[in-house]
């Protein structure tokens, strides 16, 4: 009889109307993404000095290909009558992006493609960085403009992994309370948590394309009390011990880490951390282990345009910085080497400065991005 009541009460509590899913992309159950984000970060840890390669564009012919600048799924398709590709927004892949070049692609030769139509010189190359297929379109002086990872057309839980890559991480709020976002719990070392911290399950950008909403903390019981007069209008009916949904956050990056705003929550779940609108995550720590700064992907992912786009300019350009300074270098702007004096990890460096293939990639492209904004 008890475990059948609990059977009845998880039942329940999966009513939940007043929360909308469908203008999210995925809802995951499983750990299957959190699985694949580990694997990810773990084989890409070692490709950080990965070279960039150069690979034929004839590879685009053989099959349909499914492609995302992180935030987007496309697909294109060749016709080799007219011998062009298209990059279309794949069906039911939440949200469109109207940011985006969409329109043909011109085969022209074994290592470059063409838009058919004039835009500022850009064309297109297919390029490797270590485990990282790109499709990258460039401008005539050779600096990237555009960039889509290539996705695997019989995993598309993979096509997220770029954007939780760069939310990655242990944050805390003002009052100290934790907020992990990413890998589970066991990737971080020396910190305690608060129960549930909910490792985010779905995204969808914001209508302003600047923030993201994301759903945080998956699974939580509610704490309701059945004497309550409200016992009646929680979701499902259920009372202490329910199940209930994630919350939904807003999420807007800054120069520390993040900015939440609550979209969605219900009062009758004592949840962790317990933000209000308006509140500052600080990232504090970062899945990359080794890797110093407030942004180390950049130097271990290629990035895309797109998901640089989510950050404000000012952050883009120490962003960019960043890259630099985590090799020693100093800066001819005196704000900028006042900001990097301040980092407890920054040392100058009297030696040559070489960057990666990937920060040198990553370079272009975020200075691409602050003159785009």
Sequence with gaps: MKQFLIILTILFSLQMPAQDFNSF????????????????????????????????????????RSWTNGLTLFVTYYDPDERSFSLDIRDGAFPHDIHDPIRPLVLKGKKRITFSENDNGISFTLERFGSYELLVGRTNDGK????????????????????????????????GHHAVIGPRLDFYEGERFETDPGVFCAFAPANDATSLHILYGDSRVSSGDPSSDRYGKMPGGGGAGAVMGPMQWQLTPTLTGMLVNVIIDHKFVNHQPPVQDDTEIRRIQSPYQGISGQWPFTSVIPLTHQLLRLFPREVLTLMRGEIYARHGDTFRDPDTQRYFNSQPWYKKSAGTIKLTDIETFNYNLIRAVEQSL
């Design 144 to 175: 990237p403009h555009y960039a889509y990872y290539s996705v695997p057309n019989d995993d598309f839980t993979s096509w997220q992994i770029p954007l939780f890559c760069i939310l990655a991480g242990n944050y805390i709020t003002s009052e």
């Design 25 to 64: 992309t995925q809802i995951k159950r499983d750990n299957k993404l959190d699985n694949a984000l580990r694997e990810s970060f773990a084989r890409d840890m070692n490709a950080r000095n990965a070279h960039r390669q150069i690979l034929p564009v004839s590879r685009l012919t053989s099959d349909l």
